[in-house]
Structure formats: C-alpha cells, structure tokens
C-alpha cells in the first residue's frame, strides 16, 4: 500500500456500517412528519441503489408511495434536514465504531507521509457525526481532502467526487487507492481511473465487484490478501 500516494475513502458502509442508523433515522423521520412510510431492510437494500438521501426519499414516493403523501422539493429537504440531525444524534454516543483496519490505515498513512481524502455521497455533516466520536473532534486535520456529495453535480456512480478530491489533492488518478464498500462506488472511482479496494458491508456484501484491485470482509484483511 505504501507505493500509493493518495488513500481515498468512501463513508457509509466502508468506514463504518451506518446504513442501519440511517434507515432508523428515516424512519424515524416519517414518523415525526406524520407519514406511514415504514423501509424495512429488504426494500432499503433496493433504495440504497439511489444514492442521495433526498434522492431516496423522492423515489421511494414515486415509486413506492404513489406520490400519496404530495412531497414537493422544500419538502423533502425539510425532511431530509431532520432525517440528518436524527441521524447525527444516534450516532453521537460513539455507537457507530470504524469497522477493522481503518483506523490503522488512516495511522498508517499520516506516518507514511500519504495524503488522505474522503469522497463520499453523504453529507458533510453525516461524515462529522460519525467521525468525531471515532477519531476526535480535530479530525477533519487527518484528511487533506474532503468532498460530498451534495457539492458536486453528479453523485456515484459517476465519478464527479473523486474528481474532485484528484483535483484538490493535484495527483493522478494511478498513484491513488480508493476505499469503497458498494458497487455504485467502486463504477464511480473506475470511471475516475482510480483503482479499488472493496470490503464487503452489510447491504452490499453480495454485490458483485468486478476490476476492484482486491476484495475482502474488512480492511484489516487488505495487506495480507495482496501479498
């Protein structure tokens, strides 16, 4: 790994196994909006192919909902807004530990003198929930580069987020290494040029992964299983 000089890493699912505090805090969410809108774990595992949290709940009401509850744009980012401060509240206790071999490789990296990046689809403030409990309230300080998806035009697959992290941290995308759990991310950093290693997660552990560079349970296993 070392002969990387960019280590980029997805959130939900690779860093730590979120997607189940999501799906608590949606729904949790449409209770409190007074909706009976109830995902289950097989229909978020189907919804979970939409990236975007706003871009999920619009359409599950078209194609789940028939727009019965009339949502508009304002809407569903009012619920949104709330689905994420929930989301940060069940989180904040520190509950949500980084899966194995994170922590590690993000030490690892700062000792190696490798640059560190997130491209995520999630939210800004979805990424400072979860990684201020797991690495400390200065840990944005460990990442040279952080981009969201709601700051580009395109979320995965397309490759929008990590062209934008190539371009902040001015490397190419060969001397890079991309960390990602799911399908939709691993298109989105081929389609960059990056190489990338899978660890299988939760919702998308059956997926297929083919060109990844190497796939395995948890990080803790990806030096090992290329040597």
């Not at 809407?75 to 071999?101: D, M, S, W």
């Amino acid at each position: 790994m070392n002969r990387f000089r960019g280590l980029i890493f997805d959130v939900d699912g690779t860093m730590a196994e979120t997607e189940e505090l999501h799906r608590r805090a949606f729904n949790e969410s449409f209770a409190h909006f007074g909706l009976d809108w109830v995902w289950d774990q097989d229909l978020y595992r189907k919804l979970l192919l939409v990236t975007g949290g706003k871009e999920r709940i619009s359409h599950f009401q078209r194609e789940y909902a028939g727009e019965s509850a009339g949502l508009d744009a304002n809407q569903i980012a009012e619920l949104h807004r709330f689905k994420t401060a929930r989301y940060a509240e069940l989180v904040a206790g520190g509950n949500c530990p980084l899966r194995p071999g994170v922590a590690e490789i993000i030490s690892s990296a700062r000792s190696n003198g490798q640059a560190l990046a997130i491209a995520t689809t999630t939210s800004r403030g979805n990424v400072d929930a979860l990684l201020t409990p797991a690495l400390g309230s200065k840990w944005q300080g460990l990442f040279d580069a952080i981009v969201a998806g709601d700051e580009v035009p395109k979320k995965k697959p397309a490759p929008d987020v990590y062209l934008g992290v190539l371009a902040a941290l001015d490397l190419p995308a060969n001397s890079c290494l991309a960390f990602e759990d799911s399908r939709n991310g691993l298109l989105a950093a081929q389609s960059a040029g990056i190489p990338v290693v899978i660890s299988r997660s939760m919702y998308f552990g059956d997926e297929t992964f083919d060109g990844a560079f190497c796939v395995v349970q948890e990080l803790s296993e990806f030096e090992t299983a290329i040597l």
